[in-house]
């Protein structure tokens, strides 16, 4: 089966950067594109970044350049860095995939559990 865990998280002072990392177990074939998300309290999730199977990256109109994806397709891993970190960057962060288990079969969405990025003043 396929599991996805983040890791990377933790407490920051505004200003400051982590290295958010999802590592990607279980075989997986033909994935469209891997993204992050985040969800502070009370607030629904939503869509930080993504990246394409060719590499092409997208962000959400916060980040502003603070914050990058990329993905490591032999370790099976996808990270987000962030920098320049505002306390309105606070939240749970979540890595997503979309995937086949197999090669005839559908396409799926996959999430990890999250990881949680405080940012105090």
């Known amino acids: 089966q396929v599991t996805l865990v983040e890791s990377g998280g933790g407490l920051v002072q505004a200003g400051g950067s982590l290295r958010l990392s999802c590592a990607v177990s279980?075989?997986?074939?033909?994935?469209?594109?891997m993204a992050w998300y985040r969800q502070a309290p009370g607030k629904q999730r939503e869509l930080v970044g993504i990246?394409?199977?060719?590499?092409?990256?997208n962000y959400a109109d916060f980040v502003k350049g603070r914050f990058t994806i990329s993905k490591d397709n032999v370790a099976n891993t996808v990270y987000l860095q962030l920098t320049k970190l505002k306390p309105e960057d606070t939240a749970v962060y979540y890595c997503?995939?979309?995937?086949?288990?197999?090669?005839?079969?559908?396409?799926?969405?996959?999430w990890g559990q999250g990881t949680q990025v405080t940012v105090s003043s």
């Open positions: 279980g075989s997986i074939f033909s994935p469209n594109w």
């Open positions: 990246i394409s199977n060719l590499g092409s990256e």
């Open positions: 997503n995939i979309q995937a086949k288990v197999s090669l005839q079969g559908p396409s799926q969405s996959f």
